[in-house]
């Protein structure tokens, strides 16, 4: 087995670590108290910062409202009793095993109702300004307070791609919108000095009109954030980096796998796009992959184990691509580039598997332009399976930024 020591980090060198690097030997985070509602924080290198993260919630008050045309509100009730009587029909027929003939009319009656009021769901109903106080100022310094002798830096985790996201809690239907914008990009710039912002809430008719007052029609003139707990409840995602320093020993079987991927290739070769995924995502992968990880902090460990087991095996996957379906071809082809007949299926399928966002997705979309998925069956794959059938490996030291998501939610 190969040994690989690696000081620094394996992504890019021109690449620095970004955020806190958790360390388990510091003996001062044993006595750091953590305040009411905080989410707890990490250590630096040095031990002398504790970055914590933002409390679990924070608080959001209403500002200012303007209202719509809300005349239609009547057409809204009348569409709600309609769908629940369809709605309750539907599923009397599917329980009575009704023949397939009426349980279709009324999926048509019901496709027919939506689309008669369809424009309801695309008319705003509201506006509604928000402030959002994200707490990480007073977090700060409840951290500082409570732990005022003990000689340690607290310090805010930096945030990135925050968000700002409405879930609906009642949703009238799939097809009709309560929120137009569900979720919103909070700009860097706006998460002024201690985390806080203002958001708007576009709501259309299905999520003005349980507004009303019952009484006078009217669109509240005080309207408190309770009064949108039945529709909607905002919530910001965030993200930030973590890094540790983790050892791991990566053991694999290049023929086993090999084997694996002739065995599920298509007759004629054709390897599919979804079956890379469905390799390389499997846990069990003992055939031909075993990984073990230690790192300081279990929080961090999991999503580097992950993150790091999908990378080794789309490398696995690569080299056993690269050393019998080019082969086999006969020819290397460039990166993404067009074949000169035209795109083919192979292509066409790793134009759509690089939409995904996740990164094994990615190399998999590279894997089949290279190799147009063409795979099995040939004298190069079988001499490839008779020569790696050993196990090879490394072990590596690193140290690794990992991103992670957060979410918070508010109370009124």
Known sequence: MKSIIILGIM????????????TSSCEVAKDIQNPEGSSGFFMSEDCKTAYILPPSRGTTTIVGHTAGDLQRCKEIDSFNKNLKLINSDINKALKSSENMDKIKKLYDLRALTIDRYSDLSNTQGASIEMNFSIGIGENLIA??????????????????????????????????????????????????????????????????????DPFSNDFPKRLKVKNLAGLITPNVVYEYDLAATYTYTASYNLSALASKIKKNSSSGGLFKTSTTSKIIEKNESD?????????????????????????????LVKEVFDNIALTTMGYSPSLGGPSPTGPSGAQTAADGLRKCPHAYCQAGAIILDVAQSIFGGTSATE???KTNDHWGGEEVTEKRPVSFTGVMGFNG
């Open 143 to 212: 951290y500082q307070e409570r732990n005022n002798n003990i000689a340690v830096k607290f310090s805010p985790v930096a945030l990135k791609n925050v968000k700002l996201a409405w879930n609906e809690i009642e949703k009238i239907d799939p097809e009709m919108k309560v929120a137009f914008n569900k979720s919103v990009s909070i700009p860097a710039g706006d998460l002024i000095g201690a985390g806080s912002f203002n958001g708007r809430l576009d709501l259309s008719l299905f999520g003005a009109c349980p507004l009303k």
């Open 383 to 385: 001499q490839f399976i």
């Open 287 to 315: 055939s031909y992959f075993k990984f073990h990880m230690e790192c300081d902090d279990s929080r961090i460990c999991e999503q580097a184990k992950t993150e790091t087991a999908l990378t080794i095996k789309l490398r």
């Open 11 to 22: 992504f890019a060198a021109s690449q620095t670590i970004a955020g806190p690097i958790y």
